[in-house]
């Protein structure tokens, strides 16, 4: 395993544990968000269009302003499962190369608190 896909097993376990600990189900189906960005709004939709042929529910792009000023696109591309270490990071390892292929960034994932 690379580091970068070291450095995301290691976080996910941590968010997992942080979820768990604070109550939530661990039993529960989550929708777990992947967050993209990127400066070029057609590398983005390139992306978007691989993402939901590989069966995740990809969001509309937003247009952000940065602190120094500059613009970013992102996006959200979600996908239910459970809160496995190994599931997860799974989808970042497929999900890593794709980005590097298309020059975005893979700013991480995020889910909800479930009972």
Known sequence: MNQELQEWQEETAEIIAELVEDG???????????????????????????????????????????????????????????????RITAEISTLLPLCKKYHVDYDGWGTYFAE
């Open 24 to 86: 939530s189900n661990p039993d529960a189906e989550y929708p777990i968000e992947h967050h993209f960005a990127a400066i070029d709004f057609d590398s983005l939709e390139k992306l978007a269009v691989d993402l939901y042929k590989a069966g995740f529910e990809v969001e509309d792009a937003e247009e952000v302003e940065l602190d120094d000023g500059a613009i970013v696109f992102c996006f959200d591309a979600t996908k239910e499962g459970s809160l496995d270490v190994e």
